[in-house]
T-cell receptor
Framework: DQQVKQNSPSLSVQEGRISILNCDYT??????FLWYKKYPAEGPTFLIS?????DKNEDGRFTVFLNKSAKHLSLHIVPSQPGDSAVYFC????????????FGEGTQLTVNP | DTGVSQDPRHKITKRGQNVTFRCDPI?????LYWYRQTLGQGPEFLTY????????KSRLLSDRFSAERPKGSFSTLEIQRTEQGDSAMYLC???????????????FGPGTRLTVL
């Protein structure tokens, strides 16, 4: 049972344009959502998070949007830079239950110069 | 560097051998997590400690796997009688519960890559 899904295995964008990564979830108990970036042979690096009481959170070039009714979240990166090329994972947790993270499969983002 | 550290970074072993990995969390974090990641997949939860207490274990954690966090600081993950299917990246994360925001952001270490021949 894949409770968090990232349906796009890969995304390619031009430098300076917007990157939009999408994530869907099925468990309505999830109340905290995170995005991580991962380079090969490294651990995931925390990017940005959002609580279920909000629908948007912004940090510099990164914005996460949460649509609870659709059980959908997205990460916007504007403007995209070549250094953003990595695998992006969305993750979700139930904060009141020990906070184990459930991850999606990841999306490989490639930003072309 | 005050991030999460893991040792070793790489381990190659023969099937049937025992292996042990170590994780040192961020010093003020009271929660510590172990995850496993295989190629093309996201990390999967294995187990979680709050201080020295192991509060949750995934069904992925067979009886060949054991984890400890004896003094509520570093943690070890041991795999006994390794199998080829145990080959994966083993990730450790730590966090500290934010009472005000009611959130718990996990920060990951670099991982230990296990190869079982």
């Amino acid at each position: 049972d894949q409770q968090v899904k990232q349906n796009s295995p890969s995304l390619s964008v031009q430098e300076g344009r917007i990157s939009i990564l999408n994530c869907d979830y099925t468990n309505s108990m999830f109340d905290y959502f995170l995005w991580y970036k991962k380079y090969p042979a490294e651990g995931p690096t925390f990017l940005i998070s959002i609580s279920s009481i909000k629908d948007k959170n912004e940090d510099g070039r990164f914005t996460v949007f949460l649509n609870k009714s659709a059980k959908h979240l997205s990460l916007h990166i504007v403007p995209s830079q070549p250094g953003d090329s990595a695998v992006y994972f969305c993750a979700a947790s139930v904060e009141t239950s020990g906070s184990r993270l459930t991850f999606g499969e990841g999306t490989q983002l490639t930003v072309n110069p | 560097d005050t991030g999460v550290s893991q040792d070793p970074r790489h381990k190659i072993t023969k099937r049937g051998q025992n292996v042990t990995f170590r994780c040192d969390p961020i010093s003020e974090h009271n929660r510590l997590y172990w995850y496993r990641q295989t190629l093309g997949q996201g990390p999967e939860f294995l187990t979680y400690f709050q201080n020295e207490a192991q509060l949750e274990k995934s069904r992925l954690l067979s009886d060949r796997f054991s984890a400890e966090r004896p003094k509520g600081s570093f943690s070890t993950l041991e795999i006994q009688r390794t199998e080829q299917g145990d080959s994966a990246m083993y990730l450790c994360a730590s966090s500290s519960w934010n009472q005000g925001a009611q959130t718990d952001t996990q920060y990951f270490g670099p991982g230990t890559r296990l190869t079982v021949l």
